[in-house]
């Protein structure tokens, strides 16, 4: 008898990806889908919106985008689990409660509560709790704190008859692993099932990235205007075969999956999850056809006893200025501009009492800005200015925004508009990660339909224990030859992001026989050299033998991390391909057999 399978589609990748995957899934044939919406920076705007409406605080674009297709879901019998709750769970659930019934359906929508920690904040501000990396102090008022529940709530909604779970927020990978816990019933200490479960939602979580958005030999994707968003199809093994839509665009490949699978994570060994402590390091990838790859070989083991938790607050205020400018030596122009800006309102600010800037960050997009003292484009002819200040006071960034209707009377010549308009004065917003006992958080609540609100049963203990020994690496086994320097992604590809202010690199070798000079030439001190104009570092490197690849977690790397960062790339989604860039001895062999 042949082993069941499920197939789950990743139908959202983040707030504002496109509407498109729902047809394109639902058509071809899933049985779940899974639809990802929030991030560190979204709760922090879905808590800003719900404090100005008690109704709002979930992405609306969910609502909007899942009324199209719901009678298909619900004629079809597809399930949906996703964390499009936000801050307000019941308040999403309602509201999607009311299309479904003015449509004339029949579904029942489940929610997930209890991730939460704003009711009991003042109570754990007296246990003295630190932020992870930094070690300060938690802030004195905070816009949002939720821990990244788990599995099991989504696994007893499904259990209990749901057809659609609401989430707020959980563990991104947990929307797939609770699918396949209910589906194939695996045990909650089955962690090398939940391991690879935990995999399944990692590839899927991102949407179209699983299926060559983003991928390093981006010329080899096609049809990016119609790009298939990615299925899983699963078996109890945890296994799984990942393919898209026929007659879409994209491309898998193995080294997509496996862009993907080491994407916004530290150590591959030791993913540290709400459920398990999954391990990447070793999984298998094998084509298995036209755009598909069967991925197999995750492991786990216990979790920790703690939830993540991430909380958001705001400091002061910011104002972004961008000029068009065009002409020669554009760059320095744009630069001095800048300069005179930031001059002009520190002498109105001295003329009615107020404090300096907090900050000022100014970037000449077009003459690599991003690239600092490495950069090719210093003569280039048209650029635009991008001009950030910080101050704690609205009132003083008005003062400057009032002052950049000027730019193009009394500054450079070639300067052709304020190409955003005047600036606006907007809350920064900073990130500020801890953990906290499960025990102290309790347990997630659970409502499905209009039934009662019940408790679900999860183990507060964890279990986790540490590998008892680093893995050994093989010697490295390099030809003896004449050596010449190439390009790094000649021989590997990469992906990078972010984990609140630090920034993950993978390099992946397209050979496996490139892996030992990989691992001799391209180490922790080389990367944070070669990015040194926009990392402090230090850099910790992992491995992941099944991949053939190196991991790189790289501390202090963003200018504060998303929201909080002033650069135009906040989560270091360039940093993958900087590091291709760097140059690396290689035998002049393979060399020549690359030409």
């Known amino acids: 008898m042949p082993d069941k399978s499920v197939r789950i589609g990743g139908a959202s990748g983040a707030w504002g990806d496109s509407p498109r995957a729902l047809g394109q899934l639902i058509d071809a044939g899933v049985d779940y889908l899974m639809m990802d919406y929030l991030a560190e920076v979204t709760m922090s705007l879905l808590a800003r919106a719900r404090m100005k409406d008690p109704k709002a605080g979930y992405p609306p674009d969910f609502i909007a985008y899942l009324k199209n297709v719901l009678p298909e879901i619900a004629h079809r019998g597809v399930k949906v689990a996703t964390n499009a709750g936000g801050v307000n769970p019941s308040g999403c659930k309602r509201a999607l409660e009311d299309v479904i019934s003015g449509l004339g359906l029949s579904l029942a929508v489940a929610m997930v509560e209890g991730d939460d920690l704003m009711p009991i904040i003042d109570k754990l501000r007296a246990e003295d709790l630190r932020e992870a990396v930094s070690d300060e102090k938690l802030p004195a008022r905070l816009l949002s704190a939720n821990a990244y529940l788990g599995a099991l709530p989504i696994q007893a909604a499904f259990a209990n008859g749901a057809d659609i779970v609401i989430t707020g927020r959980c563990a991104d990978s947990a929307l797939a692993l609770g699918i396949l816990m209910h589906v194939f019933g695996w045990a909650t200490d089955d962690y090398d099932r939940l391991g690879a479960g935990s995999l399944v939602g990692h590839v899927l979580e991102c949407g179209p990235q699983a299926t060559g958005g983003t991928f390093s030999d981006w010329e080899s ?186 730019i193009g009377l009394s500054f450079a010549p070639g300067t052709t508009g304020i190409y955003s308009g005047r600036p606006k004065p907007t809350p920064v917003v900073r990130l500020f990660t801890f953990f906290l006992d499960k025990a102290v958080l309790g347990q997630p609540r659970l409502q499905v339909g209009d039934r009662p609100v019940v408790q679900v049963d999860v183990p507060f203990d964890g279990g986790y224990v540490p590998p008892s020994s680093q893995r050994i690496a093989p010697p490295d086994t390099v030809p003896s030859e004449t050596m010449v320097d190439l390009p790094l992604g000649r021989l590997a590809y990469a992906r990078s992001g972010d984990k609140g202010n630090s920034s993950n690199i993978a390099i992946i070798a397209r050979k496996p026989e490139y892996m030992p000079l990989l691992r001799r030439e391209v180490t922790s001190e080389r990367i944070v050299a070669h990015l040194g104009h926009l990392v402090a570092g230090p850099a910790e490197r992992f491995e992941a033998p099944g991949l053939n690849a190196l991991n790189f977690l790289i501390s202090d790397a963003l200018g504060g991390g998303g929201m909080a960062s002033r650069r135009i790339d906040p989560q270091g989604k360039a940093y993958g391909q900087m590091a291709l860039e760097m140059t690396i001895p290689v035998p002049q062999s393979w060399a020549e057999a690359l030409e």
């Open 221 to 406: 994707v096609p049809d990016w205007h119609n790009i298939g968003y990615p299925i899983a199809e699963c078996r109890s093994d945890g296994s799984f075969v990942l393919s898209k839509p026929e007659g879409t665009g994209g491309l898998i490949v193995p080294a997509v999956i496996a862009e993907q699978a080491l994407y916004e994570i530290g150590d591959p060994a030791a993913y540290f999850l709400p459920d398990v402590t999954a391990d990447f390091s070793e999984i298998h990838l094998a084509q298995a056809g036209t755009n598909k790859v069967k991925v197999e070989n995750a492991r786990g083991r216990p979790p920790t006893k703690q939830y993540k938790v991430s909380a958001t607050y705001q400091d002061g205020y910011r104002a972004v200025a961008t000029v068009s400018i065009v002409g020669p030596s554009a760059a320095r122009k744009a630069e001095r501009t800048a300069e005179a800006l930031i001059a002009r309102a520190r002498m109105i600010f001295a003329e009615r009492g107020l404090p300096d800037f907090t900050a000022t960050h100014i970037e000449a997009l077009g003459a690599e800005a991003s690239y600092g003292v490495r950069s090719a484009a210093r003569e280039s002819r048209e650029v635009l200015l991008r001009l950030v200040v910080e101050h704690a006071d609205r009132e003083a960034l008005e003062i400057f925004a009032r002052e950049t209707g000027s």
